[in-house]
């Protein structure tokens, strides 16, 4: 299955920034920032795809929100060519859905993907912001009975916090990705003799 990194980039003094990885069915958080700049933000970004190719375990895609500060950080991490190394995409949340019979923009849609996965068994951090995020935002219908997901702005006028875990795992969703193929590992030879392998 694709690894597939996501970040959800802060836009307010009091929210954070938050990126996560999943893998089929299994989700990760893997680090909460507050107070970065986008350069730092970025370079956050760039450790933790290093790492995860020095593990023998690269990333295939990269997902930023691209609406406000997170476009600096999208710029930044392309500009140290890392477009070269895994697909960069940028999402909006207002834009068009793939099924807008059924969702109001992408961001109500990658949300309902991300619930049919949990209700599917998908295997998410055991976090209480994350809990919070994703059972705080309310939804209701368009006039036209697409789902539309409740504005963060409007969320904040209830006294509730950005959902950035929520967005976060959510962006995981918003793009289908081919993994890359492995190397194959060339068998060693001794003495003119292939080897097998031990205990084989």
Known sequence: ???????????????????????????????????LDTVQVAEHVIKIIDQAEANGEPYDAWVCDGDGI?????????????????????FHGGE????????????????????????????????????TDLTAPKYFFSNKQQIQLERKEDMKKRGLASPDCGDMLAMTFAVNVVPKPKQEVSPEVYGGQMSQGWMR
């Open 1 to 35: 299955m694709p690894r597939i990194l996501s970040t959800d980039v802060a836009r307010y003094g009091d929210d954070q920034t938050v990126t996560g990885d999943r893998q089929g069915r299994k989700a990760r958080i893997l680090e909460k920032l507050r107070g």
């Open 70 to 90: 997170g476009a600096g950080v999208i710029d930044h991490v392309k500009h140290r060519g890392y477009d070269r190394k895994l697909a960069i995409f940028e």
């Open 96 to 131: 068009s859905p793939r099924d807008p019979h059924k969702y109001f923009n992408r961001r109500a849609e990658v949300w309902g993907l991300s619930r049919d996965a949990i209700a599917a068994g998908m295997e998410i951090p055991n976090d209480p912001e994350l809990v």
